[in-house]
């Protein structure tokens, strides 16, 4: 399984393409907003000759959603998320106009509800989702095992952690959702956050500053 990162919109948010060999993918948290970013993630996904099944998303803040739309109109895909971030999406459009997003394009609402342990089987794809709450109230995590990496959206970054003064965030229950669900994965785990650069829960575990709460 590999992992393509695209950082778009003006937040600089991390999407990804999950994809495998026989190419099967999935696009998840798509990043793009403005026309070239959205022809760059089409543009690889025609050079690899991807077949994607779907949308998913770690959670509705804004940023990750930006491509949502685009994504689920033009190639006909299915939309996964958590149903407890339906509170979330509900006020996608007021962010949009706070951050000066003034060409989002509304997010539909998912076709799919995600759900704790489910496993989610995509052609040879496979990939766990994790329920981790605390950045939003339905936010998700999704896990391979056998290729040891987590798409971790904003649950735990390099040296930080999702930010909780958002509606739905709560430190505790943000750090119930690390040091019980995320640091309790594997050390060799690579973890795709959805802000900055790559890491591992090893690394993690023994320098992130939530070990000082």
């Known amino acids: 399984m590999k992992v393509e990162i695209f950082t778009g919109n003006p937040i600089q948010q991390n999407g990804s393409i999950v994809y495998n060999e026989q190419g099967d ?44 739309a685009f994504f689920t109109e033009k190639l006909g895909l299915p939309f996964y998320a958590h149903k407890e971030e339906l509170f979330t999406l509900s006020f996608a459009e007021r962010s949009a106009q706070m951050y000066g997003l003034a060409a989002y394009v509304p997010s539909p609402e998912p076709t799919d509800y995600l759900e704790d342990n489910q496993v989610l089987t995509f052609g040879d794809l496979e990939l766990k989702v994790i329920f981790g709450p605390g950045h939003s109230v339905g936010h998700v995590a999704f896990y391979s095992e056998a290729d040891a990496l987590l798409i971790g959206g904003d649950i735990l970054f390099k040296g930080s952690f999702g930010r909780v003064d958002l509606p739905g965030g709560d430190m505790e229950v943000l750090k119930k959702t690390i040091f019980e669900r995320i640091f309790t994965l594997p050390d060799n785990t690579v973890v795709y956050p959805g802000h900055g650069p790559t890491t591992t829960i090893g690394e993690e575990k023994r320098t992130n500053y939530i070990l000082q709460f």
Not at 26 to 45: A, H, K, L, N, T
Not at 51 to 59: E, F, I, P
């Open 25 to 68: 993918a999935v696009i998840i948290d798509p990043s793009c907003y403005e026309r070239d970013e959205q022809e760059e993630w089409m543009g690889f996904i025609q050079m690899k000759d991807l077949k994607v099944h779907a949308v998913l998303n770690t959670h509705c803040h804004i940023d990750h959603i930006t491509g949502n």
